[in-house]
């Protein structure tokens, strides 16, 4: 059963701490995204990659956030220094086109005290 | 860019009563809209979508309906069951150019027993 995979499950840091998140997407699958989830937010879209290049990162606030893909199996999401605004469930999903289903991972969930 | 308003943000029904969360989309060249299901503290999953060459899709108690002109979709829960309360995201998408998968902001569905 092919499943996109997160890590760390949970992650509780401080204010000022560089936060990095991982993201193995499924064994074929050339899109991945990144949504952070916010009871006022829904999914929100920070950033997506095709093919490993980065297509679009204007939802993400790019003084303290980076997101990146060293090889078509990892994916990673950067924050540096975090805030407790930071405070979400980060998900990452993977898929071969924009016109199909997007699978998830179980997300991250982010604590910044 | 791709925007998607989604309608209501709550809805409590009684079991075996009918469900419908509609949404809208902005961007005539959106081309998919799946919806998923998220259940408190799990991961978004794909229950149903819609393509824009087809008006309406169905699955058993789930159905989905596209109006291209206006667009605007819809989900159709009938005879629901406490099983069906979670969160339901709509979303829009497209396989060209620098697609973006959008999300609504979700509608918390409650079935009463």
């Known amino acids: 059963d092919a499943r996109v995979t997160q890590t760390p499950r949970h992650k509780v840091t401080e204010m000022g701490q560089e936060v990095t998140m991982r993201c193995q997407p499924i064994l074929g699958h050339n899109t991945v995204f990144w949504y952070r989830q916010t009871m006022m937010q829904g999914l929100e879209l920070l950033a997506y990659f095709r093919n490993r290049a980065p297509l679009d990162d204007s939802g993400m606030p790019k003084d303290r956030f980076s997101a990146e893909m060293p090889d078509a199996t990892l994916a990673t999401l950067k924050i540096q220094p975090s805030e407790p605004r930071d405070s979400a469930v980060y998900f990452c999903?993977?898929?071969?086109?924009?016109?199909?289903?997007?699978?998830f991972g179980q997300g991250t969930r982010l604590t910044v005290v | 860019g791709e925007n998607v308003e989604q309608h209501p943000s709550t809805l409590s029904v009684q079991e075996g009563d009918s469900a419908v969360i509609k949404c809208t989309y902005s961007?005539?060249?959106?081309?998919?809209f799946p919806w998923y299901k998220q259940e408190l503290g799990k991961r978004p999953q794909l229950i149903i979508d819609i393509r824009s060459n087809v008006g309406e899709k169905k699955d058993q108690r789930i159905a989905v309906t596209l109006n291209k002109t206006a667009k605007h979709f819809s989900l159709h829960i009938t005879e629901t069951q406490p099983e069906d309360s979670a969160v339901y995201f709509c979303a829009a998408s497209m396989n060209s150019g620098t697609y973006k998968y959008i999300f609504g902001t979700g509608t918390r569905l409650k079935v009463l027993a």
């Open positions: 961007d005539s060249a959106s081309n998919y």
């Open positions: 999903a993977s898929g071969t086109r924009g016109d199909t289903e997007a699978f």
